[in-house]
C-alpha cells in the first residue's frame, strides 16, 4: 500500500509525498504506470476494476487534503452519479441554482424521472437554503458557483442540513482542497472534477469522491464497480503528478488573477466583474472567512451583447478559447454558447480560467480582445 506522510507536515508537503511507493532500496519514487487489468489470483491486486495500487496511490494522496477517503471515478461526472445513485427514491434534494451544466441537467433528469424532488435555490442566500431544508434529504453545494462565482456559507448550510437529517454534498472544484476544506466545515461529501486544478494539464478525465464516513466511502467504492466508473492506469497517474504541484499552480494562478480581476474592473467595456477577491463583490467578506483566497476563477460580463463577448472569446491569442478551468493555460469561453447552460446566465457572460503565464502578457492579450468592443 502506498505510504502516507507524517500527519504534522504542512499541506503543501504531502502534495508532493503522499501516495508513495514504501521508501526502500530500489524501490521506484513513483508508482510505475500498470497496464494491466487483470492479476494473479490471492494478491492484493485481484481485478482493475476494483482498485489498483496506482488507483489507491492517488486516493491516499487526495484523501488527507480534504480530511477523509477519496474514491477515484473516471470523470467527474460519474463521481456525481455515484453519490446520486445512493439518494433514495424519491429523495428531495436541494440543489444550487448555479452549478455545473452536467449536475444540473443530471439532477433535472432525475426529478423529471420521478427518482428525486429537485428544490432549486439561491446557494449564496443562505436563509432561502434554510428553508428550502425542510424534509430534504440531501442538499448539493457548490461553491464558488459555476459559473457565477457565488459563495456559500458552508458551515451554517451543514448545520441546518444536519439538523433535519440531511445529507450536504459540496463540489469543491473551483475552490480545491487547498481554499477549502468543506468536511472541517461539516459536509459530508465533497466532490471534485480532478479533471480541472487537481491534475492541472488538461490532458486526462477524473473525478474523486471524499468522505470521513467509512460506510459511505465504501457504499461509494460498490457503485463505481457496478457503474463502471473506475479510471484507468494512466488517468491515475497523470492526476497524481498534477496533484504534486497544485499549490505551486494555484498560488501563481490566485495571485495573476487577482491583478487582472482589479484591471477588468475599471475597463470600459467591461460591464462586471465576479470575482470573490474583489472590494464590494457579493462574496468577498464570505469568502475571506472561509476560504484561504479568492481563487483562480472568474466571470466577466462585457459590456454589450452576446456577439460583443464572443468576439472577445474568439479575439484572444494567448489565452485558449476553450471549456474548461483549472489548467496551467489561461482559458476563456462565452458560457451561453452551450444550449443546455442555465439561461439566466448572462448572454455576456465570459468564464476565465487563469493559468500560470505570465500576468503582464495575459493581461496584454485579454486588454487588446477587449479593444475590438
Known amino acids: 500500500m502506498p505510504e502516507q506522510p507524517e500527519t504534522a507536515w504542512s499541506i503543501d508537503?504531502?502534495?508532493?509525498?503522499?501516495?508513495?511507493?514504501?521508501?526502500?532500496?530500489?524501490?521506484?519514487?513513483?508508482y510505475p504506470i500498470e497496464l494491466s487489468s487483470t492479476y494473479h489470483a490471492g494478491g492484493e491486486v485481484e481485478y482493475a476494476r476494483d482498485g489498483t495500487l496506482g488507483m489507491r496511490s492517488l486516493e491516499e494522496a487526495m484523501g488527507p487534503l480534504e480530511g477523509g477517503e477519496a474514491i477515484a471515478f473516471a470523470s467527474g461526472m460519474a463521481a456525481a452519479n455515484a453519490i446520486m445513485d445512493l439518494l433514495p427514491q424519491g429523495a428531495i434534494v436541494v440543489a444550487a441554482e448555479f452549478t455545473y451544466t452536467g449536475v444540473a441537467l443530471r439532477l433535472r433528469e432525475l426529478d423529471?424521472?420521478?427518482?428525486?424532488?429537485?428544490?432549486?435555490?439561491?446557494?449564496?442566500?443562505?436563509?432561502?437554503?434554510?428553508?428550502?431544508?425542510?424534509?430534504?434529504?440531501?442538499?448539493?453545494?457548490?461553491?464558488?458557483?459555476?459559473?457565477?462565482?457565488?459563495?456559500?456559507?458552508?458551515?451554517?448550510?451543514?448545520?441546518?442540513?444536519?439538523?433535519?437529517?440531511?445529507?450536504?454534498?459540496?463540489?469543491?472544484?473551483?475552490?480545491?482542497?487547498?481554499?477549502?476544506?468543506?468536511?472541517?466545515?461539516?459536509?459530508?461529501?465533497?466532490?471534485?472534477?480532478?479533471?480541472?486544478?487537481?491534475?492541472?494539464?488538461?490532458?486526462?478525465?477524473?473525478?474523486?469522491?471524499?468522505?470521513?464516513?467509512?460506510?459511505?466511502a465504501d457504499a461509494l467504492r460498490v457503485r463505481?464497480?457496478?457503474l463502471g466508473a473506475a479510471p484507468g492506469a494512466l488517468e491515475c497517474y497523470l492526476v497524481l503528478r498534477g496533484l504534486r504541484t497544485l499549490a505551486l499552480r494555484r498560488a501563481r494562478s490566485q495571485a495573476s488573477a487577482q491583478v487582472i480581476a482589479e484591471r477588468l474592473a475599471a475597463h470600459p467595456a467591461v460591464a462586471r466583474v465576479r470575482y470573490p477577491g474583489l472590494p464590494g463583490d457579493p462574496g468577498r467578506e464570505r469568502a475571506a472567512r472561509l476560504m484561504t483566497g479568492p481563487g483562480f476563477m472568474m466571470a466577466i460580463e462585457i459590456a454589450g451583447d452576446a456577439a460583443a463577448a464572443q468576439t472577445v472569446a474568439e479575439s484572444v491569442r494567448l489565452w485558449v478559447h476553450a471549456t474548461s478551468l483549472g489548467g496551467v493555460e489561461s482559458l476563456i469561453e462565452r458560457r451561453r454558447r452551450w444550449p443546455a447552460e442555465n439561461p439566466r446566465v448572462p448572454e455576456a457572460l465570459l468564464r476565465l480560467s487563469v493559468g500560470i503565464e505570465d500576468p503582464e502578457d495575459l493581461w496584454t492579450d485579454l486588454a487588446g480582445a477587449l479593444a475590438r468592443v
Do not use: Y
Open 13 to 30: 508537503t504531502q502534495l508532493v509525498h503522499a501516495g508513495r511507493p514504501p521508501a526502500e532500496p530500489g524501490n521506484p519514487v513513483n
Open 112 to 216: 423529471e424521472r420521478g427518482a428525486i424532488s429537485l428544490r432549486r435555490v439561491d446557494i449564496a442566500d443562505t436563509e432561502a437554503v434554510i428553508a428550502a431544508l425542510q424534509g430534504a434529504d440531501a442538499v448539493w453545494v457548490e461553491s464558488p458557483t459555476n459559473p457565477m462565482m457565488e459563495i456559500a456559507d458552508i458551515p451554517a448550510i451543514s448545520e441546518a442540513a444536519h439538523a433535519v437529517g440531511a445529507v450536504v454534498v459540496c463540489d469543491n472544484t473551483f475552490a480545491t482542497p487547498l481554499g477549502q476544506r468543506p468536511l472541517q466545515m461539516g459536509a459530508d461529501v465533497v466532490l471534485h472534477s480532478a479533471t480541472k486544478a487537481i491534475g492541472g494539464h488538461s490532458d486526462c478525465l477524473l473525478g474523486i469522491v471524499v468522505t470521513a464516513d467509512p460506510d459511505r
Open 224 to 226: 463505481r464497480t457496478l
